[in-house]
Structures are given as C-alpha cells and as structure tokens.
C-alpha cells in the first residue's frame, strides 16, 4: 500500500504575513503541512495554485517547506501560477517536476490544465497534454492508474465554479472512457470537498489549505465557523490490486 498527501490551492503570497480574504496563507499552509507529516505519507502531491501571483519569492519559500518535509513530492500548475517559474524553482531533493510517478503498482498522470490569459479562470488542456495522457495510459494498461490536474473535469454544483472548469473535459473524457485501469480522478482548484462519479470513475475535489468556496447544501453562519471553512488536505491509500480510500482531513485553524 501506498499512502498519499493532495495539497492543493496554497496561494503563497509575496510575504509570509501576507492576507488573502482575511487568511494568512503561508501560515495556514504551514499549519497543513505539518498535519500531513503526522500520517507519514509516502508522497506529496501539489496540484496547481501554489503562489497566488505567480512570483518566483512565493514558489521559493513553498520549495524550502516542502524539501523540509523530506518526502518526496511532485506538482503541477494552476490558473494563478507561472508554469515556467515553477519549473525553473521547484525542484530539489525531494521535489520533483515529474509527470509520470511510479506509486508502487500505480502510476500517477499529473496533467498541466493550464490556460494562457484565461477569461476568469479556466482551464485547457492543450493538444500536446491530450496526446500524451492517451500515450500514457496506452503504456500503463496493466497498472492502476490515478490522474491529477488542477481544474475540475466534473460539475462543482456551484453554478460560478462550474463555468471555469476544464473547458475540454469532454475530450479528457473521451480518452479515459476507453481505458478501464484509471481508477481515480482528483484536483484542485474548487476550494471545496465533494466526489462525483463519472462513466464508473470516482473524481474527487480537495479543500484549499486556506480559503473555501460554500458548498452547494452549506451557508455561512455569522461567528461559527463550520467544519466546511476550515483548511484541508486529502489522503489516498492505493492498495497493490487496484483499490484504494480516499478522506479529506481538516485542521481546526479558524476558531
């Protein structure tokens, strides 16, 4: 068994006090990474808008954090980042720009969804990205096999949400419609903790390790913050025959 940590939607900014929507991020960021180093995950997934900005201070200081970590770690960009940057910066002992992790007998596909000079937010992935995942899961047909990407390929429930997601995910879906041995889709970017099941594949969305978007059943109630509101990660344990277990765990960093 394999286990893995899903960080996602850290959005550092230039300086460690720094605020967004009233949180500090490399704080809050903080605080997540050392929850998750108390399950002793095997890897460390990223996926997508690590610094808020896009700037190269941001990217570097999330480096420093992770490589402290010591477990070996692999990422892939969002909306908000500088793809070219991230290269550039994160990389190290333990963290690697690699697309195609070996997890014991999974194999891990983190897509780049990233869009130049989105309209709001979106997502695309691009024809040299579509290739590669149906070269890929040519290759991997006797593994399981887990995708990462930034944008979600499957509705949010949040009418907003759902209009800045993988604009193509049609396509996506017609690639791993033909391939039973993807077991599992999961991202980023929705800032929210809900599962949808689509052409028999469970797609999970993650919470950001600051700020959360309501979910579709929740309101905000006025000095009572709820479990919902609070920074998360999520957990996947990938057994050797194709199964695995996914949970989001919180941390109570709103009082």
């Known amino acids: 068994m394999v286990l893995i940590a899903q960080i996602t939607d850290t959005h550092l900014l230039d300086h460690p006090e720094a605020e967004m929507r009233g949180v500090k991020t490399d704080a809050s960021f903080q605080a997540v990474l050392a929850a998750v180093q108390q399950f002793k995950p095997d890897r460390l997934i990223l996926t997508g808008d690590l610094a808020h900005h896009g700037e190269a201070i941001s990217y570097e200081r999330l480096r420093d954090l992770v490589e402290a970590t010591q477990i070996p770690s692999y990422w892939l960009p969002g909306n908000h ?12 002992d333990y963290l690697s720009p690699d697309k195609n992790v070996a997890l014991g007998n999974w194999k891990l596909l983190l897509l780049d969804s990233f869009l130049e000079n989105p309209e709001y937010g979106e997502g695309f992935l691009d024809t040299a990205q579509l290739a590669w995942l149906a070269e890929r899961l040519e290759h991997h047909q006797n593994s399981p096999v887990a995708i990462a990407i930034h944008h979600h390929v499957v509705p949010a429930g949040v009418d907003w949400l759902d209009q800045i997601d993988m604009t193509n995910r049609a396509e996506f879906w017609q690639i791993v419609q033909h391939h039973p041995q993807v077991k599992t889709v999961f991202f980023g970017h929705v800032h929210l903790e809900y599962s949808v099941t689509q052409g028999g594949i469970p797609c999970f969305g993650t919470p950001s390790t600051c700020t959360q978007v309501t979910p579709p059943d929740q309101e905000p109630i006025e000095g009572d913050r709820q479990l919902w509101e609070q920074p998360g990660f999520r957990l996947f344990e990938l057994h050797d025959d194709g199964r695995f277990q996914t949970k989001v765990q919180r941390i109570p960093w709103f009082a």
């Open 81 to 92: 980042d500088d793809p070219e940057l991230m290269a550039g910066i994160l990389q190290g």
